[in-house]
């Protein structure tokens, strides 16, 4: 068994990337978490980038909204492995954007859970 981990070249980057991915991207909600993905050629080995977004719109302390992003990593890390599985699979590679709309901080728990469902959903959707 693979060791969970999320490391440098499992992360979305780049402007033109992320503007890609946001405008021609499908989009899968479980409130208050938005997962906006694309099918795509990435410059890794890796099946999938992912990059977490909280707009201070919603969250207006940073020391929330960091701590909001790295239950999110968490989360992302201890759940990719089936979504893995299956893009190597299909040898596809994936981008996804995970965004936050909430007011309030979730626990651990709850950010699991919605991040898996959420992840799931969008495989059988779109993957």
Known sequence: MERP?????????GRLRITEVVEKGRTVQ???I????R??????????????AIPKRYMKLAVHRNRMRRLMREAYRLH???SYGRLREEGRQCA????YQGRQ???????RERLSRLLHRWMEKHG
């Not at 938005?34 to 993905?37: A, D």
């Not at 996804?96 to 965004?99: P, R």
């Not at 901080?105 to 950010?111: F, G, I, Q, R």
């Open 39 to 52: 099918i795509m050629e990435l410059p890794t080995t890796a099946p999938a980038q992912v990059a977490f």
């Open 80 to 82: 990719k492995a089936a």
């Open 34 to 37: 938005k997962l906006v993905g």
């Open 30 to 32: 479980e409130s208050p």
């Open 5 to 13: 981990t999320f490391s440098k070249h499992e992360r979305l980057t």
């Open 96 to 99: 996804w954007l995970f965004i």
């Open 105 to 111: 901080p979730l626990t651990l728990a709850e950010t």
